[in-house]
């Protein structure tokens, strides 16, 4: 029996604009939507596995995820990394759309990275295969 992971989470300062980007920019689907109250369990997933992990778009209202993800981006230090196929492809296609990197690829022995800012407080890395 293995452990596997299905829920991860990014803190962001706005649900509804993370969604946005998360969707329309970064290609995500919206796998569970479910008002909680002021927030909601906001979840996407990627659409080529649709029953695969999901990441929450979880609000950074209490104190500690504010300061945490103000250091990490400080320091310039990504909150998640996602993998793609082609992050020079990818990366082309997402500035095209205005997405700001704050890192452009960049190869790193076997594997070829570039961060972006996902305009929800966090630094967001891709990464594929040299």
Not at 1 to 26: C, G, H, P, W
Not at 71 to 78: E, F, K, M, T, Y
Not at 97 to 118: C, K, N, S, W, Y
Request: net charge negative; glycine share 6%; proline share 7%.
């Amino acid at each position: 029996m293995s452990i596997r992971i299905n829920l991860t989470s990014v803190f962001v300062d706005d649900q509804s604009k993370a969604l946005d980007f998360y969707t329309e920019k970064l290609g995500f689907v919206s796998k569970h939507d479910v008002p909680l109250g002021e927030f909601r369990w906001l979840t996407v997933v990627s659409p080529d596995a649709p029953d695969g992990p999901e990441l929450l778009l979880e609000p950074d209202q209490h104190p500690a995820a504010k300061t945490f993800t103000a250091a990490l981006v400080d320091d310039g230090i990504p909150a998640a990394s996602f993998a793609v196929d082609d992050v020079r492809g990818t990366h082309a296609r997402l500035a095209s759309q205005g997405v700001r990197f704050t890192q452009e690829p960049t190869e790193m022995g076997p594997v070829v990275t570039a961060v972006l800012d996902d305009t929800c407080g966090n630094l967001i890395q891709l990464s594929s295969l040299a």
